[in-house]
Structures are given as structure tokens and as C-alpha cells.
T-cell receptor, first 114, second 115 residues
Framework: DVKVTQSSRYLVKRTGEKVFLECVQD?????MFWYRQDPGLGLRLIYF???????EKGDIPEGYSVSREKKERFSLILESASTNQTSMYLC?????????????FGPGTRLTVT | QKEVEQNSGPLSVPEGAIASLNCTYS??????FFWYRQYSGKSPELIMF????GDKEDGRFTAQLNKASQYVSLLIRDSQPSDSATYLC???????????????FGKGTHLIIQP
């Protein structure tokens, strides 16, 4: 079974804090993704990576950065958290060369910024 | 702006009937189409994907694709209360960086199967 894990299910941070969201997959997938999901806005792609140290911007990268130092781990960084970054964050992974038919999601991290 | 549109619902269907979920997309270059099911408080899970025009069947689920009309649909036959969930339509967009393709999602349709 593909397993994508995220470091926290729930997280509460203060405005201005630096926040790290961690994602780990155990299936040796090349591709990893970060999405956020908001009511009325759906799932939106923030960043993705297809190799170690590689990253690509998605649809809404502003206010976020990412790090991929190891193949199995993809981190999302909020340099200075703001209340509009309160959201559900979902990590996903897939093998290289697949078009999405093998994209698996982690359980999500619900982040609240106060 | 690439867009994927879905009716947000709720769509209410009697148990045992056929549920029909629809999705349109704006980018004619889209190549792959996906349906995810998401239960409340859970992450999305893939239930169907389709690449070619026509129908694709998997158990009680049928995905239909019409690229000329930029339209994709999901039919659920013999609907069960356990099918009550939000259904997300997603489209594969090829980003300029190559390699990985991130999905563009619709906002989802909330389906309620009434016992």
C-alpha cells in the first residue's frame, strides 16, 4: 500500500511565525505535490517537485516555499504565517511519468493561523 | 486561467438510482481526466480516470469523456448511501517545467444518496 504521511493532523500557529509542514512517502515516488483546500475554492496546487532539489510553482505559490532534500520528503514552508493561510494542506505523491492515475494523497494537515 | 467547473450541489439522489455528476474544463490541451471521491474530513481518493473519448466502466462507476465539448461526467449506478460524498473532477495540465504534472481540480459536487 502506498503511504503518504504528514507530520501533523492539526496545527495552530501565530501570525508571523515560520511554519514547516512535512510530508513523507514510502513508495519511492519521484513526484510530490502540495495542495491547499478551502471551502468554496476547492483544491489548489501550491508547489510540486519531480526530483530531489527540484521544485516548480503551481497555481498559488505566493507566501510559500518548499524544500526537497531527500526523495521521500517534501516540506512546505510558510516563511511568515498569515491568517489567510489558514487552510487544509494536502500532500500527494506519484511515480514519474504518470499523469495522475497514481497520485496518492496524505491525510492532510489542518492549519489555523491566529 | 485554466479552469475546471462543477456544480457544487448538493445533488440528492434516491438509493438505487443513477447519480450523474458533470464537469467542464477550459483547456483544450488537457489530456487526462480524473474523478476523486472525498468523504468529510478525509483526503481525496481516486476512483476513475479516463484519457480517450467515450465511456469507461469500472463496477458501478462509468466515466464519460467528450473532448470536443470539453465535458467529462461520472455515472454511479445503483447508488448507495455510502456513495454520499463530495466528488472532485480533476484535469491533468502539463506545466512548462516538465516532469511532474499537477492536477487542476474543480470545486467538487456534494452528492447525497437518500435511503
Amino acid at each position: 500500500d502506498v503511504k503518504v504521511t504528514q507530520s501533523s493532523r492539526y496545527l495552530v500557529k501565530r501570525t508571523g511565525e515560520k511554519v514547516f509542514l512535512e510530508c513523507v512517502q514510502d513508495m519511492d515516488h519521484e513526484n510530490m505535490f502540495w495542495y491547499r483546500q478551502d471551502p468554496g475554492l476547492g483544491l489548489r496546487l501550491i508547489y510540486f517537485s519531480y526530483d530531489v532539489k527540484m521544485k516548480e510553482k503551481g497555481d498559488i505559490p505566493e507566501g510559500y516555499s518548499v524544500s526537497r532534500e531527500k526523495k521521500e520528503r517534501f516540506s512546505l514552508i510558510l516563511e511568515s504565517a498569515s491568517t489567510n493561510q489558514t487552510s487544509m494542506y494536502l500532500c500527494a505523491s506519484s511515480p514519474l511519468g504518470t499523469g495522475g492515475e497514481e497520485q496518492y494523497f496524505g491525510p492532510g494537515t489542518r492549519l489555523t493561523v491566529t | 486561467q485554466k479552469e475546471v467547473e462543477q456544480n457544487s450541489g448538493p445533488l440528492s439522489v434516491p438509493e438505487g438510482a443513477i447519480a450523474s455528476l458533470n464537469c467542464t474544463y477550459s483547456d483544450r490541451g488537457s489530456q487526462s481526466f480524473f474523478w476523486y471521491r472525498q468523504y468529510s474530513g478525509k483526503s481525496p481518493e481516486l476512483i476513475m480516470f479516463i484519457y480517450s473519448n467515450g465511456d469507461k466502466e469500472d463496477g458501478r462507476f462509468t466515466a464519460q469523456l467528450n473532448k470536443a465539448s470539453q465535458y467529462v461526467s461520472l455515472l454511479i449506478r445503483d447508488s448507495q448511501p455510502s456513495d454520499s460524498a463530495t466528488y472532485l473532477c480533476a484535469v491533468n495540465m502539463v506545466y512548462s517545467g516538465g516532469g511532474a504534472d499537477g492536477l487542476t481540480f474543480g470545486k467538487g459536487t456534494h452528492l447525497i444518496i437518500q435511503p
